[in-house]
C-alpha cells in the first residue's frame, strides 16, 4: 500500500511531462516501430518502463492515439476505458495484446488493479460492518443514506453515538489503504470535514496504518485508529435496553 | 432648595446634625415618603419625578464627587447628573474648562451653533426634537439657571416648584403634558457641579444621559470612567472611519486599549504624581482639550499617591461626621431601593469601592495638595478619609441587605470575610456570613462545548429542497466552505497579525457570489443561525468576564486530561482582565464575533435581509413558546420545575444571541461612528420615522407585560436596544419602548413578593440598568409617564432565574466580586487567573405547533374541550398528532412507496431490455401505473394513524386520565394526525413515487455493466451456503493472484519462470470457495473474477501459461497418454465447473473468442487446438454456451484477420 501510494505520487509528478503532444507522439511511432519489427514483444510495456511510466497510462496513451488516428476524433473516455477493460475490443489485435500485457504487468494502475483496489475497499467495510453489528452499534450504511438524500456519505453513521477513547463518533469512515500526508489532505478535504460539517466528528479508520502526526485532530472531532477501537462507551440507557 | 440644603451640608458641618437632618428631612423625606408610595402610585410619581430628577441626579452625583479622591481602587463610576459645559457660563475660565472635560460628550459634539441656539431651542415645545445636545443645552440652561437662584429656596423655576411643592396639582395636569415638560426641562441636577465645593472634581461627573451627546457604543468606556473617556475618541479618530475603526469600537477591542492605555497612565501618574500639570501632556489630553493644560489634573488619577497599594486600615473609631453619613447612607438606600438610580448595580459597585477604598495619607492628614489649597474649605468633610467612606458603606450594604445576600455565593463568602465590614458592622458581618453558610447559589463553571456543525437534515437539506441540482451541489459546496472559515477563525484569530477582512473577506465574498447565482440565500442564512445558535448560546458566547479560580470540585471532575484542554480554552478566550466596572458595552465575546466579522465582511444585502427574516422568526417563535404551564402550588411541581427552569434558560440565551445578532443587522445600515450633527439628526429622524420597525419589539414588550411573561422578553429586548444606531432612540417608535422600558424598572421594586420572584426581578433590573448606562437611555429621567398602565402588576411569579441565568445574562455583575476579590488580593485592579464559565445545560426546545383545521365547528368543540383540562394534554394531542401524522407519511414512504418503487424497477428492467425505448417516456408509463395504487397511500395512512395515536397518547397522558377524556383526546390525536398526514399524502404520493421512481431508474442506468440478463435467475445465489464460516480468502487476494498468473503468462517473463500447477489448481480451488462465501464479494469483484478467469482460461488453451507439472512427465509415454496427463485438461474442467456452479455473475466466455485470445491461438501448433475443442464442449456441456453460439461465434472468427503464419 506505501510503495503503491508513493508510485502514484511518482507518477502524479510526471504525468504531465508524458502527456505533452510531443512525447505522445513519440511514443506512438517507437510502438509502431517496435510492433512493426516483432509483434509479439512486449513493445509498449517496456517502453513504459524504459520512460518510467504506468504501463497501463501508457498503454491508455498509446491507444488514444491510436484510435484518434484511426477515427480521426478525440475518442471518448467512456470508449477508451471500456475498452481497456476488455482490450478485445480494440480493433487492433496487436494493440489489444500489447494493452493486455500491460494492464496485467501494472501493479498500481490499470482496471484490474482498480478492481483490486476497490474489493479491499469493499471488503474491509463488510469487516467493519460485521465488528458493528457483534458491538451492537446500530448503523445507517451508506447506501442508504445516498437514498435519504445526504449530499456526502461516510461508510457508515452511528444512529446512537458512541465514545471512542473519550471523543464522541458520529460516523465511521474506513479506508482499506495507508494514511500518508497527502491522501490524508486529500480525503480531509474531500470527505472528513465534509462528514464532520454535517454530522459531527467521526472516525476513520485506516486499516494499513497511517503516520501518527496525522491524529492531530481529535479534539476537533475526526479521530484516526488503524483497526477497530476496543475502547467504546456507549450511551447508558441504550444499552439497558438491550 | 437642594441648592441650600447642600449648602448647609457642605459648609457647615458643624451645624447639629439634627438640624441638617431636619433641613434635608424638610424636602429629601418628603421625596422618599414618596417613592415609598410610588409603586403604587403614579401621581404621585408624576409629581415625584419632578423631584427625583432633582434631587437623584445630584444625590449621586455628589456622592462621587465627594469620594472622588479617596477611591483609587477600579474605575470610576458614572454619576447620574447631568453635567453641561453650559454650567459653566458663571463661573470662572478655567472652570468652565473644567466642565467641558467633565461632560466630554457635550464637549465631543459641540459644534460652533450649539451655544447660539441653546436660548432658542428651549421654547420649541416639541420632546421629539429632544436631541441629545438639545437636552445638554437645555440642562445647561437649567444649571444656569439653578445657579441663579442659588441660596434661594425658590430657586427652581416656576411651574415646576409649584407642582413639585403641591404634588396633587400636578397629579391632576395630564402626564403627557408633564412629560414634555419633563423633556424639555431636563433635569436641572447638575445643581451639583455648580457648587464650588464640588467642582474641583469634575472628572467624577458624567453626564447620564450620554446617549444623547455621546455614543456608548462607540465609545464604550464613557459610561464608568471619565478620564479613559478622553482617549477613546482619540483613538477612534486616529484609527479613521474604517471598518477596523468600527469593529473595534463594536466588539470593545477599544475597551481594552483604552483600559491599557490607562494603566499606562496611571504608571505615569505615579511617577510624577504631584506635578500635576503634566498630566495633560498625554498625547491624547492634548488632541481633545489642548487649551485646558491643568485641568484634567483634577482626575482621581492625578491625585493618586504612590502609596496607593497600601490599603489604609479603615477605623470604625475615626470616622467622622456619622450623622450626617447615616442620613445620606439612608437616603441614598432609599434611592436604590425605590429604582430611582439607573442602574443600582452600579451603584453597588460604587459602594463595594467605597468599601474597599485604599485610602491615602494626604487625605488623612489633612490638605497638603493642590486641590485642598483651592478648594472651598468645607466641601468634603464627609467622604474624606477612608474610615468615612467605609462607614457609609457597610451603612449602605446594611440596608441593601436583601439584594446582595441574593448574589452568587462567591460573592458572599467576600463580604462575609470581609474584614472592613466586620469591624464596621459586627451585625451585617454576621448576616452576611449566615448568608452566605445558607446560600445555594453556586455560579458552576461548566465545560463549554468546542465547535459542533449543524446536522444534515435531509427534511430541509436534500436534493428536493432545492430548485435544481446546480442549486444542490453549490449548497454542498457553500457549507463545506463556510465550515472551513469557522475552521480557521478558529485556529487562527487570535495569531497576532491575523486580519478576518484580509484573510477571510475575499473566500466569504466569493462565497456570497455563489449563494446569489442560485439563490441559496435562505439555506445559507438558516445553516449561519443554526450554527450561529449552537456555537454561541453557551458560556464562550456569553463572554463570562469575571475571573475566578475553579472550584475544586469542577477540577475533580475535569481530570488532569481536560485540565490542559480548560487551560487551552481559557488561553484562548480570556482577554487581559482588568476591573471594568459594571456596565461594559456590547460586545461579541468569544465565538459570536466570527459571526459578526462575516456579516461586515460578506457585506451582502439579500444576506442580511434573509438571515434578518430568519431570526425574526425564531426569536417570536421562542418568544412564544409556552415555558411555565402548571400551578406551582401543588407538589409535583418539584420536577416540572427543574425541567421550567432548564427549557427557560435555553430559551432566554437562545433569545438574547438572536436579539442581539438582530440588532446587529437592524441597525447596522444607519450606524455610523460619529454622532451625527443636530440637522443630519432632525432630518434622519423625519425618515426613518415612516418606516416600519423590523420587529415589533413595542407590541411584543406590551403584550409581555400584559401577559406577564416579561421575564423572558424583557432581557432580549435590551440585547436587541443595546445595538441601536444614534438616530435610533430619537425614533417615535424606540422612544416608546425605552419609556415603557423605564417605567418597567421604576415599578420592578425589589422586595420579596408574591408576584414576581426576587431573582426574576433581579435580572431584569440589571439587563435594563445595563442597558440604560450603555444603551440608549436618552431619556432616563425624563419620561417617567406611568398613565400606560393600569393594571401593571408582575404576576411572572415562577421563579425562573437562578443565580446562574443572573450571572450567565449579566457577566459584568461579576465586577462586584472582582472588586471585592482584588481587594482581598490587596493587588489594586489586576486580576488575572481563570474566567467562570457558565454553561447553561441545554435542552432543546420544542415548539408544537398548533394544526389548524378548517371545520370550524369541529374546531370550536375541540376549542371547548381543551379548554377545562389541563394544558398539557392539549400540548401532548397536538405533540402526537404532529409526530404520528409525520411518521406516518415516512412509514408509507418506507413501506408502500418503497415496494411500488421495486415494482417499478422491474418492470423498468424488463422494458430497457426489449428495445431502446424513450427512457422518458418509459417511465411516464410506468409510473402512471403506478399511481392507481399510490391511492392505496391514504388508506394506509389512516390506518396507521388509527393504530399508532392512541398507543402514543395513552402512554403519554397520566394513567389516571378518565376514560371519556381520553377517549376524546386519542380521537382528535387521530383525527389531526391522519389529516396532517393524508392532506399531505393526497397531495404528493404522486410526485413522490415519481420521484423515487425516477432515481432508481437514473441509478439503474448509470451502474456500469449492469448484467441485466439472467439476474434474476441467479439472485438465490447471493447467499452463502448453509454453516459458512466466512473463512474463504478475501476476493481481492484471488484477483491478486489471478493477476499474476496472467503477468506471468501473458508476459514478458524470463525463461526459468513458471507456474507451479498443483499451485493452480489450488487457487482454482481457492477460487470457488471465495465465490462460494458471499460475504466479502461485491459485483466488480466478482466480475472481475470471471474476466481474469475467461482470460486465463484462453491462455491455458493457447498453452501459454508456462506450467511446473511438478512431476516430470514420463519420457516414453505415448502421445495419447501424454495428452491424458496434460495437467491442463484438469485446469480447465476446474475452470469449467467454477464457472457452472460458483459464479453468481454470468461468466462472459464468449470472450474467449475475442479477437485478441483466438490470436494466441492461432499462433499455437496444432496439437493445442484439442484444448480448444475441449473447452468448447465443456462450455456446452456446462450449458455455458448452446451450441448455436458456439457455432455463431466460430463463423464470426472467419472474419478476423488471421495471420498468414502457416504451420
Keep these: 500500500s506505501i510503495f503503491s501510494q508513493e508510485y502514484q505520487k511518482q507518477i502524479k509528478r510526471t504525468h504531465a511531462k508524458h502527456h505533452t503532444a510531443e512525447a505522445i507522439e513519440t511514443y506512438y511511432q517507437r510502438y509502431l516501430n517496435g510492433v512493426g519489427k516483432n509483434a509479439a514483444a512486449p513493445v509498449l510495456l517496456e517502453l513504459a518502463n524504459e520512460v518510467d511510466f504506468a504501463p497501463s497510462l501508457m498503454a491508455r496513451i498509446v491507444l488514444e492515439r491510436f484510435l484518434q488516428e484511426k477515427e480521426q476524433a478525440i475518442p471518448s473516455k467512456t470508449l477508451i476505458n471500456s475498452m481497456l477493460r ?40 463488510v469487516l467493519l460492518r460485521e465488528m458493528l453489528l457483534e458491538k451492537n452499534l446500530s448503523f445507517i450504511a451508506e447506501d442508504q443514506l445516498r437514498a435519504k438524500g445526504y449530499d456526502k456519505t461516510p461508510d457508515f453513521i452511528l444512529e446512537v453515538p458512541v465514545a471512542v477513547e473519550g471523543h464522541i463518533i458520529h460516523w465511521i469512515e474506513s479506508k482499506a489503504s495507508f494514511g500518508d500526508e497527502s491522501s490524508h489532505q486529500a480525503y480531509l478535504q474531500d470527505q472528513f470535514w465534509s462528514y464532520w460539517n454535517r454530522f459531527g466528528p467521526g472516525l476513520v479508520i485506516y486499516w494499513y496504518g497511517f503516520i501518527e502526526e496525522l491524529d492531530c485532530h481529535r479534539e476537533r472531532g475526526i479521530l484516526l485508529k488503524d483497526c477497530f477501537p476496543t475502547d467504546i462507551v456507549t450511551l447508558r440507557h441504550s444499552m439497558a435496553q438491550r | 432648595g437642594l441648592k441650600v440644603l447642600e449648602q448647609l451640608l457642605l459648609q457647615h458641618p458643624s451645624v447639629a446634625a439634627g438640624g ?58 458614572p454619576a447620574k447628573t447631568p453635567n453641561s459645559k453650559a454650567s459653566g457660563s458663571q463661573r470662572t475660565g478655567s472652570e468652565r474648562r473644567a466642565g467641558h472635560k467633565a461632560s466630554l460628550g457635550s464637549f465631543l459634539t459641540a459644534t460652533p451653533d450649539a451655544l447660539p441656539a441653546r436660548r432658542g431651542r428651549r421654547k420649541g415645545g416639541s420632546s421629539v426634537g429632544a436631541s441629545g445636545r438639545q437636552v445638554a443645552r437645555d440642562l445647561g440652561r437649567s444649571l444656569a439657571e439653578e445657579e441663579d437662584g442659588k441660596n434661594d429656596s425658590a430657586s427652581w423655576s416656576g411651574g415646576r416648584r409649584k407642582r413639585s411643592e403641591v404634588p396633587l396639582v400636578s397629579a391632576r395636569s395630564p402626564p403627557s403634558q408633564l412629560n414634555l415638560n419633563n423633556l424639555e426641562e431636563f433635569p436641572p441636577m447638575g445643581a451639583a457641579s455648580g457648587s464650588a465645593g464640588c467642582f474641583y472634581k469634575p472628572s467624577r461627573r458624567i453626564n447620564p444621559t450620554p446617549v444623547s ?215 451585617l458581618h454576621e448576616r452576611l456570613r449566615q448568608a452566605y453558610e445558607s446560600s445555594t447559589a453556586k455560579v458552576s463553571l461548566l465545560l463549554p462545548c468546542s465547535v459542533q456543525s449543524v446536522s444534515f437534515q435531509p427534511e430541509t437539506d436534500n436534493r428536493s429542497n432545492f430548485p435544481s441540482d446546480r442549486a444542490f451541489h453549490i449548497f454542498k459546496k457553500q457549507r463545506d466552505i463556510f465550515y472551513e472559515l469557522l475552521r480557521e477563525w478558529e485556529d487562527n484569530h487570535e495569531k497576532s497579525g491575523w486580519d478576518f477582512e484580509r484573510v477571510l473577506g475575499n473566500k466569504i465574498r466569493a462565497m456570497m457570489a455563489h449563494l446569489s447565482a442560485t439563490c441559496n440565500h435562505s439555506h445559507f442564512a438558516r445553516l449561519f443561525q443554526k450554527q450561529l445558535t ?133 441597525f447596522l445600515p444607519y450606524r455610523t461612528v460619529e454622532q451625527p450633527t443636530r440637522d443630519l439628526q432632525d432630518s434622519a429622524v423625519a425618515l426613518r420615522n415612516q418606516t416600519l420597525p423590523v420587529l415589533d419589539v413595542l407590541k411584543l414588550l406590551r403584550q409581555s407585560i400584559r401577559d406577564q411573561r416579561s421575564i423572558l422578553t424583557i432581557p432580549w429586548i435590551v440585547e436587541y436596544l443595546s445595538l441601536v444606531d444614534h438616530i435610533a432612540p430619537f425614533l417615535d417608535y424606540y422612544r416608546k419602548v425605552f419609556c415603557l422600558l423605564l417605567q418597567v424598572y421604576r415599578l420592578m421594586v425589589l422586595s420579596e413578593d408574591k408576584e414576581m420572584s426576587f431573582l426574576n426581578k433581579l435580572l431584569i433590573l440589571a439587563v435594563l440598568g445595563w442597558l ?124 408502500l412507496v418503497a415496494e411500488l418503487v421495486q415494482r417499478a424497477e422491474v418492470m423498468l428492467q424488463d422494458k430497457v431490455k426489449e428495445e431502446d425505448a424513450n427512457h422518458d417516456k418509459l417511465l411516464e408509463e410506468v409510473c402512471t401505473h403506478l399511481y392507481e395504487e399510490g391511492a392505496q397511500a391514504l388508506i394506509k395512512g389512516r390506518e396507521f394513524c388509527k393504530k399508532k395515536g392512541p398507543e402514543a397518547v395513552r402512554v403519554l397522558l397520566p394513567e389516571e386520565t378518565s376514560a371519556a377524556v381520553l377517549n376524546s383526546a386519542e380521537d382528535i390525536a387521530v383525527e389531526l394526525a391522519t389529516e396532517k398526514a393524508c392532506g399531505w399524502l393526497s397531495a404528493n404520493i404522486a410526485a413522490l413515487i415519481k420521484r423515487e421512481v425516477k432515481a432508481t431508474f437514473s441509478r439503474m442506468l448509470k451502474v456500469p455493466g449492469l448484467p441485466l440478463p439472467g439476474e434474476d435467475a441467479l439472485e438465490s445465489r447471493r447467499d452463502c451456503p448453509p454453516g459458512c464460516q466466512h473463512c474463504a480468502p478475501f476476493p481481492s487476494q484471488i484477483i491478486n493472484e489471478i493477476k499474476d498468473v496472467l503477468c506471468v503468462a501473458v508476459g514478458p517473463r524470463d525463461e526459468d519462470e513458471v507456474i507451479d500447477c498443483l499451485w493452480l489448481e489450488c487457487l482454482l480451488g481457492r477460487l470457488s470457495q471465495t465465490l462460494r462465501c458471499r460475504k466479502f464479494m461485491c459485483p466488480t469483484s466478482e466480475q472481475q473474477l470471471a474476466k481474469c478467469t475467461v482470460e486465463l482460461a484462453s491462455l491455458l488453451v493457447s ?89 455463431s461465434c466460430l463463423r464470426s472468427l472467419r472474419e478476423l484477420p488471421w495471420p498468414s503464419v502457416s504451420n
Design chain 2, 20 to 77: 441638617i437632618h431636619r433641613q434635608i428631612g424638610d424636602r429629601s423625606w418628603q421625596i422618599l415618603d414618596f417613592s415609598i408610595r410610588i409603586s403604587c402610585f403614579s401621581i404621585h410619581l408624576v409629581s415625584l419625578s419632578l423631584l427625583q430628577k432633582d434631587f437623584v441626579p445630584f444625590l449621586l452625583n455628589f456622592l462621587r464627587e465627594q469620594t472622588s479622591q479617596i477611591l483609587t481602587n477600579g474605575p470610576s463610576t
Design chain 2, 1103 to 1191: 498453452d501459454r501459461v508456462p506450467l511446473n507439472l511438478g512431476i516430470k512427465p514420463p519420457e516414453k509415454s505415448s502421445e495419447r497418454l501424454r495428452v491424458k496427463n496434460n495437467p491442463t485438461y484438469g485446469l480447465l474442467k476446474l475452470l469449467l465447473s467454477v464457472w457452472k456452479e460458483d459464479f453468481g455473475t454470468p461468466v462472459p466466455v464468449q470472450l474467449m473468442f475475442s479477437k485478441k485470445n483466438m490470436g494466441y491461438l492461432a499462433e499455437v501448433q496444432h496439437r493445442e487446438w484439442d484444448l480448444f475443442l475441449f473447452i468448447l464442449n465443456g462450455l456446452v456441456e456446462h450449458e455455458l454456451m448452446r451450441t448455436g453460439e458456439v457455432e
Design chain 2, 213 to 427: 451627546a455621546e455614543r456608548p457604543l462607540s465609545k464604550p468606556k464613557m459610561c464608568f470612567t471619565s478620564t479613559p473617556v478622553s482617549q477613546s475618541p482619540a483613538a477612534r479618530f486616529s484609527s479613521g472611519t474604517s471598518l477596523e475603526a468600527f469593529t473595534a469600537v463594536q466588539e470593545g477591542n477599544l475597551t481594552s486599549v483604552i483600559s491599557n492605555s490607562l494603566q499606562e497612565e496611571r504608571e505615569m501618574l505615579k511617577k510624577e504624581r504631584c506635578k500635576l500639570l503634566h498630566q495633560a501632556s498625554s498625547p491624547a489630553g492634548i488632541s481633545l482639550d489642548p487649551g485646558t493644560p491643568t485641568k484634567p489634573s483634577y482626575t482621581r488619577s492625578a491625585s493618586l499617591p504612590a502609596e496607593s497599594h497600601l490599603v489604609t486600615c479603615a477605623n470604625p473609631t475615626k470616622v467622622s461626621c456619622k450623622k450626617q453619613l447615616e442620613c445620606l447612607a439612608q437616603l441614598y438606600s432609599s434611592c436604590i431601593a425605590e429604582n430611582l438610580v439607573p442602574n443600582i448595580f452600579l451603584e453597588l459597585f460604587f459602594v463595594l469601592q467605597l468599601l474597599t477604598s485604599k485610602g491615602t495619607s494626604t487625605a488623612e492628614d489633612g490638605d497638603s495638595d493642590l486641590e485642598d489649597n483651592e478648594r472651598n474649605a468645607s466641601g468634603r468633610q464627609h467622604f474624606r478619609s477612608v474610615h468615612n467612606c467605609v462607614y457609609f458603606a457597610v451603612q449602605v450594604l446594611d440596608y441593601q441587605y436583601e439584594v446582595i445576600s441574593q448574589l452568587e455565593k462567591g460573592m458572599l463568602k467576600l463580604l462575609a470575610e470581609n474584614e472592613r465590614i466586620a469591624s464596621f458592622s459586627p451585625t
Design chain 2, 534 to 666: 449552537q456555537m454561541c448560546k453557551g458560556p464562550i458566547g456569553g463572554g463570562a468576564s469575571w475571573g475566578d479560580t475553579p472550584d475544586q470540585d469542577v477540577l475533580n471532575m475535569l481530570g488532569s486530561d481536560n485540565l490542559s484542554r480548560l487551560k487551552r480554552l481559557q488561553e484562548r478566550f480570556v482577554v487581559p482582565q482588568s476591573i471594568r466596572g459594571p456596565c461594559p458595552p456590547p460586545s461579541f465575546p468569544g465565538c459570536q464575533q466570527f459571526f459578526r466579522d462575516f456579516i461586515l465582511s460578506a457585506g451582502s444585502y439579500q444576506f442580511n435581509q434573509h438571515l434578518m427574516d430568519s431570526l425574526c422568526l425564531k426569536i417570536l417563535e421562542l418568544n412564544g413558546l409556552t415555558l411555565v404551564e402548571h400551578e406551582h402550588n401543588d407538589g409535583e411541581a418539584d420536577m416540572d420545575e427543574q425541567d421550567e427552569k432548564k427549557r427557560f434558560t435555553v430559551v432566554l440565551l437562545s433569545l438574547r444571541l438572536l436579539a442581539k445578532f438582530l440588532g446587529f443587522l437592524v
Design chain 2, 772 to 895: 440604560f448606562q450603555v444603551g440608549s437611555c436618552v431619556l432616563f429621567c425624563s419620561c417617567s409617564v406611568l398613565s400606560a398602565f393600569p393594571s401593571f402588576s408582575h404576576q411572572d411569579s415562577v421563579p425562573l432565574v437562578d443565580q446562574q441565568l443572573l450571572y450567565t445574562c449579566c457577566p459584568y455583575l461579576g465586577e462586584l466580586r472582582k472588586l471585592l476579590a482584588s481587594f482581598v488580593a490587596g493587588n489594586g485592579a489586576k486580576n488575572g487567573g481563570f474566567i467562570r464559565k457558565i454553561t447553561p445545560t441545554a435542552a432543546e426546545s420544542l415548539a408544537p405547533k398548533t394544526s389548524v383545521t378548517q371545520r370550524k365547528l369541529q374546531v370550536e368543540l375541540e376549542q371547548a374541550f381543551f379548554h377545562n383540562q389541563p394544558p398539557s394534554l392539549r400540548r401532548t394531542v397536538e405533540f402526537v398528532a404532529e409526530r404520528v401524522g409525520s411518521n406516518c407519511v415516512k412509514h408509507i414512504k418506507a413501506t
Design chain 1, 86 to 125: 476488455d482490450p478485445s475490443q480494440i480493433p487492433d489485435g496487436v494493440l489489444a495484446n500489447q494493452v493486455y500485457q500491460c494492464t496485467v504487468n501494472d501493479c498500481c494502475y490499470g482496471p484490474l488493479v482498480d478492481c483490486i483496489k476497490h474489493a479491499i475497499g469493499h471488503e474491509h467495510e
